[in-house]
């Protein structure tokens, strides 16, 4: 497992989750009854197609390497097509609302988006980290009230 560590460029798991997470808000709000397509449908429409790239590549079992060719191949012209897009709508939006904070925080780290691009052992997003915390914050919970991990052994 490589881990890429810089100083002031993040992976784009960090802005993915707060651009990403914050299109899905309104999407949400409207309901699963819904048939209007929104700008939160359409942004998830090219986190959609840059995920798939990654299925596909994980389903081929390429190096770092062929994964970053294919990235600049694929991923760029999505890339290209996001961000326009993203600049165009700007100013439809609300800055408070919720597609509005989601695309002003995109282009606002737009360049840490894009050292995903160049660096094949990044992932699109940090699940596997926070998977690995996750029994840690869970567990924290629980050790609150049983006094110490020891006594959260199931002798209850």
């Known amino acids: 497992m490589t881990i890429l560590i810089t100083t002031r460029t993040y992976s784009m798991a960090d802005v993915w989750r707060m651009s990403g997470g914050s299109s899905m808000k309104p999407k949400k709000a409207r309901g699963k009854t819904a048939t209007k397509t929104g700008g939160a449908d359409v942004a998830l429409h090219y986190i959609g197609a840059l995920y798939r790239i990654e299925s596909e590549a994980k389903k ?36 408070r609302a919720c597609v509005g904070k989601a695309v002003n925080y995109a282009l606002s780290q737009w360049a840490r988006l894009l050292v995903y691009l160049d660096h094949g052992s990044m992932t699109p997003d940090n699940n596997r980290a926070e998977n690995a915390i996750r029994p840690f914050v869970l567990g924290r919970k629980n050790w609150l009230f049983a006094g110490t991990p020891e006594r959260c052994s199931g002798q209850w």
């Open 60 to 95: 081929a079992e390429l190096s770092a390497e062929e994964l970053v060719k294919i990235r600049q191949e694929k991923a760029r012209k999505i890339f290209a097509e996001f961000y326009a897009w993203l600049a165009k709508r700007k100013p439809r939006w609300f800055p």
